[in-house]
């Protein structure tokens, strides 16, 4: 029997942005987030900004990072958009308004919700919280969102469709707090519906093998 300190067996990281009661824009990386189909289901602790931003201003934009980002991620983790810091994460954290510049991440315009999407992440949730369950004796909060619209960077589409394209995308995972990348692909399920098809990169690689061929 073992008894890990931490449960994070390969789960993907998000940035969550949400609206400060002043107007400013809080963003928080958060490893608890799993998807039933339209909705996103997030752990979030009770004392967090983003909590009490959304228990009041329900829309977010939920950022799915990719391997590539993790070190702005781990800017972002010792911080708080909380002020004054709970006293449970004084020991660890640091109060930082722009989350933004300490993370060197860009801000983009949303569609249909008040919070900003994180430019460099390739695929972007637009969502409002429809539900939200206590847990943990209070120490944590699941919280249900409805994703209203999905931008997803060009690249990581099959050309033609609405498919994000496995071969392409990939989440950045925590598992047990190191960061990582998915490794190559070992199979499909049954309701692929991009199986057997080209990844964007396998097309252009195609496509140059071709030309020069020509």
Known sequence: MVRPSILYF????????????????NLAPVSSAWALGQHVVLGLGTESRTAHNLAERPELVINVASPELWEHVERLAPLTGAHPVP?????????????????????AGSDLVAPPRVAECALQLEARVR?????????????ECEVLRVHAAE????????????????????????????????????????????????????????????
Not at 10 to 25: H, M, Q, R, S
Not at 87 to 103: G, L, N, Q, T, W
Not at 174 to 182: A, D, I, K, P, T
């Open 131 to 143: 539900g939200t369950t206590p847990g943990g004796e209070g120490l944590f909060l699941s919280v």
């Open 155 to 214: 690249r990581i589409v099959v050309p033609g469709t609405h498919h994000i394209d496995p071969a392409v995308w990939s989440p950045l995972i925590y598992n047990f707090r190191h960061y990582h990348g998915l490794a190559p692909e070992v199979g499909h399920g049954f309701r692929s519906e991009t199986a057997g098809t080209f990844g964007a990169a396998e097309v252009t690689e195609a496509t140059e093998v071709a030309t020069r061929a020509a």
């Open 10 to 25: 390969g789960t993907p990281v998000v940035l969550l942005t949400t609206e400060n009661g002043d107007g400013t824009f």
């Open 87 to 107: 006293e449970s994460k004084r020991a660890v954290y640091r109060y930082e308004r722009d989350k933004f510049a300490a993370a060197g991440l860009t801000p």
